[in-house]
């Protein structure tokens, strides 16, 4: 059987999960290894998902406060009229039968020597192993003259969602002709597709 890139990397992701996670307090003790994964994005639902699937013995909660996540990658198709943002949204509920336990919350602190995360309601959350994948943010106030209030009418390229509908209505509403300014920041800086993503 020939094996594609995408099984591959797959069962090399879930083999690598498994093995990082044998040397565990819990499991030394007998008790299934505790993950705890800060972030619903593209790196930790995958991860969560390799875990599950690489020993479903492994306790894993995802600690994400959205119920949705909107994906960057073809939101040109939505902002062209080709796609609508629906295509690009998907819950968490697949994970969640898969048997990753969902904290919809934000994470507030790591206390490593304790092994917990503190929730936004000041739970704390043991694990045996910590999986931070929060995303990409942008930092309000770095660059002069961009604030939230700002981005109301000059969208980024950093959260999809209500940032590609405002995009979509701008050009729709644009006369033939009219200029757009797509301006990136100077590198280095995280997903360097990002701004051309719309």
Known sequence: MKAGRREFLKSALGVAAATALRPVPAAAQGAAPRVVVVGGGFAGASCARALRTADPRIAVTLVEANATFT???????????????????????RLAADGVALART?????????????????????????????????????????????????????????????????????PDGGLVVIAAPANPFRCPPGPYER
């Open 71 to 93: 994906a960057c990658p073809l939101s040109n198709a939505v902002i062209g009229g080709l796609r609508e943002l629906s295509a690009q949204q998907f819950t968490y509920e």
């Open 106 to 174: 934000t994470a507030t602190a790591v206390d490593a020597p304790a092994r917990s995360v503190t929730l936004a309601d000041g739970a704390r959350l043991p694990y045996d192993r910590l999986v931070l994948a929060p995303g990409i943010d942008i930092r309000w106030g770095a660059l002069p003259g961009y604030d939230e209030a700002a981005a109301g009418h000059m969208p980024h390229a950093w959260h999809a969602g209500e940032q590609t509908v405002l995009l979509r209505r701008q050009l729709e509403a644009m």
